[in-house]
């Protein structure tokens, strides 16, 4: 969905894919975070820390800091451990921007306050207005934000089952249309970036794109949302056929694969 937001404020004039973390956000000037571009942070190559394992960027004080409203996420995202390059070994110590694919909340999270700069509203509004609207959902949604305001746009976006299908086929239906989102789309849906062994990513994916999972191993020619466990979507290049799974362990996604990866190969 953040990918998608980004595709409609690039369509609108408002950002492109040059601007840098810094440029919008004043309290990243002059640190490493700051130096990525919006094209660096969509596909998750800022260079900055990786992360814990489980993708997030904060220890357990923090966490319940930002639990309590002590603690803001930019607070976060501009601490020394968060917004300081990886080191990348002796001969070239400072990881730099666009180099390596890193799985974790940071890069997300920095587009969405990127986002809400440069619209002049908050990530929910927006994403409300410009995407669920459209889409056709039905009932209420939830979009995640910490005490201060500062949208989590690295999760915590909940519906009903319905919702999600509506939005899946509006997605489908505008990645073939002729227009500018759908040309961001394609691109989007385009490998970027490889991914890599050492990342939190499902390792079935072997490539990235603008906040896209791509080269799925069992499913030629596709393109995924993927969420934390068992949460994915996807979609066939080859057909108009689309998958929706909602679990809280990914421990049989690969089976789903297989199944959607067979379907797409069949002539019903």
């Not at 639990?67 to 002796?90: D, R």
């Not at 385009?190 to 499913?219: A, C, H, M, W």
């Not at 996807?234 to 049989?252: A, E, R, T, Y």
Request: a neutral charge.
């Amino acid at each position: 969905i953040l990918s998608i937001a980004t595709g409609i404020t690039i369509c609108k004039g408002k950002i492109n894919l040059e601007t840098k973390s810094s440029d919008l956000i004043p309290e990243l000037l002059g640190k490493d975070l700051g130096s990525a571009k919006l094209r660096h942070l969509l596909t998750m190559t800022s260079g900055t820390w990786e992360g814990n394992q489980d993708s997030s960027i904060y220890d357990q004080h923090q966490r319940l800091l930002l639990s309590t409203g002590s603690i803001s996420h930019l607070q976060i995202l501009t601490s020394n451990k968060v917004s300081t390059a990886e080191w990348n070994g002796f001969l070239n110590p400072k990881r730099q921007p666009g180099e390596v694919f890193a799985y974790r909340s940071t890069d997300p999270l920095v587009v969405a306050l990127m986002l809400e700069k440069v619209n002049e509203k908050s990530y929910g509004e927006f994403i409300e207005t410009e995407i669920l609207l459209p889409a056709g959902i039905e009932s209420p949604a939830i979009s995640g934000k910490d005490f201060f305001g500062y949208p989590r746009a690295d999760s915590v976006l909940r519906m009903k089952l319905n919702d999600w299908v509506r939005l899946t086929i509006w997605i489908n239906e505008k990645i073939h249309s002729e227009s500018c989102l759908g040309n961001y789309l394609k691109e989007a849906t385009k490998d970027q970036v490889k991914n890599r062994n050492e990342s939190r990513f499902p390792k079935t994916f072997k490539s990235y794109g603008y906040f896209f999972g791509l080269d799925n191993e069992i499913v030629n020619e596709s393109f995924w949302a993927v969420g934390i466990g068992g949460q994915r979507i996807g979609w066939s290049k080859k057909s108009n056929k689309m998958i929706i799974s909602f679990s809280n362990s990914d421990q049989n996604i690969n089976q789903l694969e297989k199944i959607f990866s067979d379907w797409i190969d069949t002539n019903e």
